[in-house]
């Protein structure tokens, strides 16, 4: 278990290191809004099991957390469809970009995981189910909050409008798994929800604070809440370790060796079973589309402290 005051300093020096770099890694510019974000932020956040949460860095300034949703839309459509989600998603890593449309032919409209971006936008069509798209989306936004206990969530709408009028790939994703039947509700509806809850913004600190379920069983162990079973919360730690980086995925396991989900925000959350929850945010991408100083900050905790799903 992780002693507050040593963490204290292993994350500001980390912070302080990460700061100090000037490889930052490119900053998405496909969502035009996104480009807009100063290069220059970095912040952690580790949640412990009482709800202490330790920070570094712009930890308390929200930022888009685009594709760490699909790890929350992920587990309310688990909830919804149980062990059927599976047929219109698999749980195999991809080995292609986060927006590859080249499986999908191959596959016969049926994504590889649930968090590239044809599988996420599946995984929302289970969660919309014939709702309105606001209700849809207001059940996300909730359950956000919920996790996070912080009702100050919201959606950054500049982000969601920007994506809307650019993802034109997103929506030939969408349109070629309707004509398979994997969407099964209006794609406009579908991608609507999904851009939306893309632009979901979260400090590193709510962020962190949201994932902890994944590190506790399920559980939030600081009020005793339960939000899935165990084997649930440990299946999606499994897809998030073998998914979460897309064609980095790989690379991810070899240097950190937790369970982590990465968004075109900037953002990482990254899970030790047991003892914490971890949100890290640096804007500037690597080439698989992932924080390259997050990635090299959760390294360098991994390291330091000893903890990784694969011995210290
Ligand atoms: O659909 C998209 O392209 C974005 N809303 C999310 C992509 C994303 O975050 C990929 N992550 N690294």
Same mark, same amino acid.
């Given at each position: 278990?992780?002693?507050?005051?040593?963490?204290?300093?292993?994350?500001?020096?980390?912070?302080?290191?990460?700061?100090?770099?000037?490889?930052?890694?490119?900053?998405?510019?496909?969502?035009?809004?996104?480009?807009?974000?100063?290069?220059?932020?970095?912040?952690?956040?580790?949640? =412990?099991?009482?709800?202490?949460?330790?920070?570094?860095?712009?930890?308390?300034?929200?930022?888009?957390?685009?594709?760490?949703?699909? /790890?929350?839309?992920?587990?309310?459509?688990?909830?919804?469809?149980?062990?059927?989600?599976?047929?219109?998603?698999?749980?195999?890593?991809?080995?292609?970009?986060?927006?590859?449309?080249?499986?999908?032919?191959?596959?016969?409209?049926?994504?590889?995981?649930?968090?590239?971006?044809?599988?996420?936008?599946?995984?929302?069509?289970?969660?919309?189910?014939? &709702?309105?798209?606001?209700?849809?989306?207001?059940?996300? =936004?909730?359950?956000?909050?919920?996790?996070?206990?912080?009702?100050?969530?919201?959606?950054?709408?500049?982000?969601?409008?920007?994506?809307?009028?650019?993802?034109?790939?997103?929506?030939?994703?969408?349109?070629?798994?309707?004509?398979?039947?994997?969407?099964?509700?209006?794609?406009?509806?579908? =991608?609507? /929800?999904?851009? &939306? &809850?893309?632009?979901?913004?979260?400090?590193?600190?709510?962020?962190?604070?949201?994932?902890?379920?994944?590190?506790?069983?399920?559980?939030?162990?600081?009020?005793? &809440?339960?939000?899935?079973?165990?084997?649930?919360?440990?299946?999606?730690?499994?897809?998030?370790?073998?998914?979460?980086?897309?064609?980095?995925?790989?690379?991810?396991?070899?240097?950190?060796?937790?369970?982590?989900?990465?968004?075109?925000?900037?953002?990482?959350?990254?899970?030790?079973?047991?003892?914490?929850?971890?949100?890290?945010?640096?804007?500037?991408?690597?080439?698989?589309?992932?924080?390259?100083?997050?990635?090299?900050?959760?390294?360098?905790?991994?390291?330091?402290?000893?903890?990784?799903?694969?011995?210290?």
């Amino acid at each position: 278990m992780f002693a507050v005051p040593q963490l204290r300093s292993l994350v500001t020096d980390i912070a302080d290191e990460m700061r100090a770099r000037t490889d930052r890694g490119r900053i998405a510019d496909y969502i035009p809004e996104l480009a807009r974000v100063d290069p220059g932020f970095f912040g952690m956040a580790v949640a =412990l099991p009482d709800g202490t949460v330790v920070t570094a860095g712009d930890a308390e300034t929200p930022f888009s957390i685009q594709s760490i949703s699909k /790890v929350f839309t992920l587990t309310l459509a688990l909830g919804i469809a149980g062990d059927r989600l599976w047929k219109r998603v698999g749980r195999e890593p991809s080995g292609t970009a986060f927006n590859s449309i080249v499986q999908l032919e191959s596959e016969k409209g049926v994504p590889r995981n649930p968090f590239i971006n044809a599988g996420a936008i599946a995984v929302t069509d289970v969660i919309l189910a014939g &709702h309105k798209p606001s209700v849809a989306l207001g059940e996300i =936004l909730r359950f956000m909050r919920f996790l996070s206990d912080d009702q100050t969530v919201t959606i950054d709408k500049a982000v969601a409008e920007s994506e809307q009028r650019t993802g034109f790939r997103n929506m030939a994703l969408a349109n070629y798994m309707k004509s398979f039947g994997v969407i099964e509700n209006p794609v406009d509806y579908t =991608l609507g /929800v999904y851009f &939306h &809850h893309c632009a979901i913004a979260m400090s590193c600190r709510q962020l962190a604070l949201a994932g902890r379920f994944l590190a506790h069983s399920g559980r939030n162990p600081d009020t005793g &809440h339960s939000v899935i079973s165990s084997e649930r919360a440990r299946r999606i730690n499994a897809i998030m370790l073998t998914c979460g980086h897309y064609d980095g995925s790989g690379d991810f396991a070899y240097r950190v060796g937790l369970p982590g989900k990465s968004g075109v925000g900037g953002g990482i959350l990254a899970i030790v079973p047991g003892q914490a929850s971890i949100a890290v945010w640096s804007p500037g991408l690597d080439d698989a589309g992932n924080s390259h100083l997050g990635r090299i900050a959760l390294e360098a905790f991994a390291k330091r402290s000893g903890v990784s799903i694969f011995g210290a």
